[in-house]
């Protein structure tokens, strides 16, 4: 299955996205064999850096080295795929500036839970950024669920015990892009929330 012909934008109606970064991944995998969503902020300006776009893609790189802090021996994106974890993103669409409006995020978040449903194992969302848990809060507030993840701020609730339809959720940081090379501390924490994942899942 390619999530990319089950989930499709056609109206593109978001002010503060780039329509040209639009991307949503178009590789084959295996429904079943997910154990953990990895959702972070949106698509990067090049497609060539998307996760699954092969040779020296940027997040591919930066997540490649957030499995390995971990201390998973991970050398390629389809080692962490065999691991049971989907990589996407919470807004498919390249930003045009450095935030993501309310109304964008709600748009996109309608993709993003079509998207959800394709994985019916899951057992852990992995957030990786405000961007990503305030997405997972506007499908449980427009579904009436309850709010699987508090407000605050990240440091503060990523200890919790949060849940969504029945799943771990875990908020962590952004683990995608350049930010990832220089914030050592949250490099830090990003590996300790993979590696509960991870432990939670069964790897």
């Known amino acids: 299955m390619k999530p990319s012909s089950q989930v499709n934008c056609v109206d593109f109606p978001c002010l503060d996205t780039r329509r040209s970064g639009y991307y949503i991944p ?17 698509a990067p300006e090049k497609h060539s850096d998307h996760y699954y776009a092969g040779g020296n893609a940027l997040f591919a790189q930066t997540t490649l080295l957030a499995f390995q802090d971990s201390g998973v021996k991970v050398q390629t994106l389809q080692d962490i795929l065999d691991l049971g974890v989907y990589l996407t993103t919470a807004v498919k669409c390249g930003k045009t500036r450095y935030g993501i409006s309310t109304p964008t995020i709600e748009a996109y978040s309608h993709l993003l839970e079509k998207e959800m449903d394709l994985f019916p194992r899951v057992k852990v969302y992995l957030l990786m950024g405000d961007v990503a848990i305030k997405s997972v809060n506007l499908i449980a507030k427009r579904n009436k669920d309850l709010r699987p993840i508090p407000a605050g701020s990240t440091y503060k609730i990523r200890g919790g015990e949060f849940s969504f339809r029945g799943r771990r959720v875990l908020p ?24 509960k994942a991870l432990v939670i899942a069964g790897q």
């Open 26 to 42: 178009d590789m084959k995998v295996e429904p079943d064999r997910v154990s953990i969503m990895l959702i972070s902020e949106a």
């Open 172 to 195: 962590s940081y952004v683990q995608a892009g350049p930010a990832f090379f220089v914030e050592k501390v949250k490099r830090k924490m990003i590996a300790e929330d993979i590696r």
